[in-house]
């Protein structure tokens, strides 16, 4: 079993290392305030950006942060952002909008290849959106991957992300994915984990898988080797992982979840421990579930539209419109399907004295 970076190969599967069969109760900390990164949702009315409920959504997160005292960071433009469907005067009036009603507040941003080839890497398809976001500092980036980047080798991908480095000026993250969110992503193996971990530029990395639990293997590995490397979760169907092990979550859910989130990271630690806990995370579980779940084609991608199903029933935004360009779109009765899920996140919410989360009156 491979327990040393200089017996990594390229090729090497997590099974074969010590860190890939590693116990999340071995890593339990409940000391740690780490921050939650909320990949914000932006809003749709009548096809065109609703900015009203895009501002009013980004109060009230910033409301339960802190209430609850958490640390609240916003992610701008990611998945949940439709950053593949924004035009590049989208993408920046997200960022300027942000800022007017924020001035001094930092924020992460996604940013991926714009026009690139879906065949051939080109670190410089990466440029546009990193000048806009830039510009705009304080800030960090997540690098978001693309599908020629995806599709190269461990040794080739290593060196375009090097490459990609060379346009980078703030702190960056490193983001891997499933096929469950984009069908031709694949998740990094330990030796190109550990690679980019070592680079100055990358700060951190978010991993989003639901089927298996890449999470625990990067943190596993980052706390046993004493990494400079802060991993993220961006698992929607374990988000209690991160909060019992004391990591960062970068997570879509943590917009339609915010108030329980919050409370659960609060109520988890040490000072503030509250045995209701675990209830509570098994409630907002159980609505993630439902908000992530896989359609037909194995993909959860549709979350975005069952999000803004739940925003618009707690009253944070007027309508349940999606990016008119985006595919995503759940079908049937999203917003009774939604109401139902909500049933018992609600009644924790309400037996646990947890504001911000109830239907409008």
Not at 1 to 23: A, C, F
Not at 137 to 154: D, K, R
Request: hydrophobic share 40%; charged share 20%.
């Amino acid at each position: 079993m491979i327990n040393q970076v200089d017996q990594l190969r390229p090729d090497t599967s997590w099974s074969e290392t010590v860190w890939g069969h590693s116990r999340e109760e071995s890593h339990l900390d409940d000391i740690a305030k780490p921050r939650l990164c909320v990949a914000a949702l932006l809003p749709f009315k009548e096809g065109q950006p609703d900015w009203g409920s895009f501002e009013n959504m980004l109060r009230w997160m910033t409301a339960c942060g802190e209430h609850f005292g958490v640390d609240i960071i916003f992610v701008l433009n990611a998945d949940t952002g439709y950053v593949f469907q924004l035009s590049s005067h989208l993408y920046e009036e997200v960022i300027t909008r942000f800022k007017t009603l924020y001035p001094a507040r930092s924020f992460i941003c996604g940013v991926t290849a714009v026009g690139g080839s879906a065949t051939n890497f080109e670190a410089s398809a990466y440029q546009p959106h990193l000048e806009i976001a830039q510009a705009h500092q304080p800030c960090e980036v997540m690098i978001m991957t693309s599908q020629a980047l995806n599709s190269l080798g461990p040794e080739d991908r290593r060196d375009a992300y090097f490459n990609l480095a060379e346009y980078v000026a703030v702190p960056a993250l490193v983001h891997a994915l499933e096929p469950a969110f984009v069908p031709w992503a694949t998740p990094f193996e330990p030796w190109l984990l550990h690679q980019l971990a070592g680079h100055e530029k990358f700060v951190g990395g978010k991993i989003s898988t639901l089927d298996e639990p890449h999470f625990l293997y990067w943190a596993s590995m980052c706390r046993d080797l004493g990494l400079d490397f802060v991993p993220y979760s961006g698992d929607d169907f374990g988000i209690a992982s991160a909060i019992r092990m004391g990591l960062p979550l970068l997570i879509g859910a943590g917009v339609s979840a915010c108030p329980l989130i919050c409370a659960a990271k609060k109520y988890w630690r040490k000072d503030d421990f509250d045995a209701r806990v675990y209830k509570l995370f098994e409630a907002f579980q159980s609505l993630e579930d439902s908000v992530f779940r896989l359609d037909e084609n194995g993909s959860a991608a549709g979350y975005k539209h069952s999000t803004a199903e739940i925003l618009r029933m707690l009253g944070l935004i007027e309508c349940a419109e999606i990016h008119p360009d985006c595919p995503d779109r759940r079908t049937g009765d999203e917003a009774s399907r939604m109401r139902e899920a909500l049933i018992r996140p609600l009644r924790m919410a309400e037996r646990m004295n947890i504001p911000f989360y109830s239907f409008p009156s």
